[in-house]
């Protein structure tokens, strides 16, 4: 049981290219989720689904782009990347959300900084 | 907006000690509270789940409580050793996001 896998692990980008990170989980969890880890700022919520095709924004959506077309996958867009932009990002999924939430499981992280 | 802090920032104690992490929040509208783990350059790993309905969860030397009324949750390490030297988070769980603290970092010096 791989859990919540991460591609790729390291990633380096020029200002104004794009990329796409890669989450995917293989214990059917119906929410899926993208965090940014920054120092002094913790982990801040960029984009959450809810299930397949249901996509929404978290606290810090701007440059990214996210679509959940499988209940597996959830890639994570850079649309044209800046040094802002450089950060830890982690995916997360839970069985689902609200009073029904369980445990939340997270990969192990990209990281991506930008030049 | 919900907001969690947690409280102390950075702690070092000496193997064999007691010791409380705290967190508090500034919504008590929460479905749970979950602890979490962070090895240095390692994702986040779950340490116990408290439903807002729950008083108390233990996992091990682990104890976890929660008021939610006042907004406070604890957790608490037996014995600590070397082996528990990381960064402790906890996150409130609302509706579709979980909020998380800047967390507390432990190092147990043996």
């Known amino acids: 049981n791989a859990g919540v896998t991460q591609t790729p692990k390291f990633q380096v980008l020029k200002t104004g290219q794009s990329m796409t990170l890669q989450c995917a989980q293989d214990?059917?969890?119906?929410?899926m989720s993208w965090y940014r880890q920054d120092p002094g700022m913790g982990l801040r919520l960029i984009h959450y689904?809810?299930?397949?095709?249901?996509?929404d924004q978290g606290e810090v959506p701007n440059g990214y782009n996210v679509s959940r077309s499988t209940t597996e996958d959830f890639p994570l867009r850079l649309l044209s990347a800046a040094p802002s932009q450089t950060s830890v990002y982690f995916c997360?999924?839970?069985?689902?959300?609200?009073?029904?939430?369980?445990?939340?499981?997270f990969g192990e992280g990209s990281r991506l900084t930008v030049l | 907006k919900q907001e969690v802090t947690q409280i102390p920032a950075a702690l070092s104690v000496p193997e064999g000690e007691n010791l409380v992490l705290n967190c508090s929040f500034t919504?008590?509208?929460?479905?749970?509270l979950q602890w979490f783990r962070q090895d240095p350059g390692k994702g986040l790993t779950s340490l116990l789940l408290i439903q807002s309905s729950q008083r108390e969860q233990t996992s091990g030397r682990l104890n976890a409580s929660l008021d939610k009324s006042s907004g406070r949750s604890t957790l608490y390490i037996a014995a600590s050793q070397p082996g528990d030297s990381a960064t402790y988070l906890c996150?409130?769980?609302?509706?579709?996001?979980?909020?998380f603290g800047k967390g507390t970092m432990l190092l147990v010096s043996p």
């Open positions: 996150a409130v769980n609302g509706y579709s996001t979980l909020t």
């Open positions: 919504d008590s509208a929460i479905y749970n």
């Open positions: 214990m059917n969890h119906e929410y």
């Open positions: 689904s809810v299930g397949a095709g249901i996509t």
């Open positions: 997360a999924s839970s069985y689902s959300i609200g009073s029904a939430a369980g445990e939340l499981f």
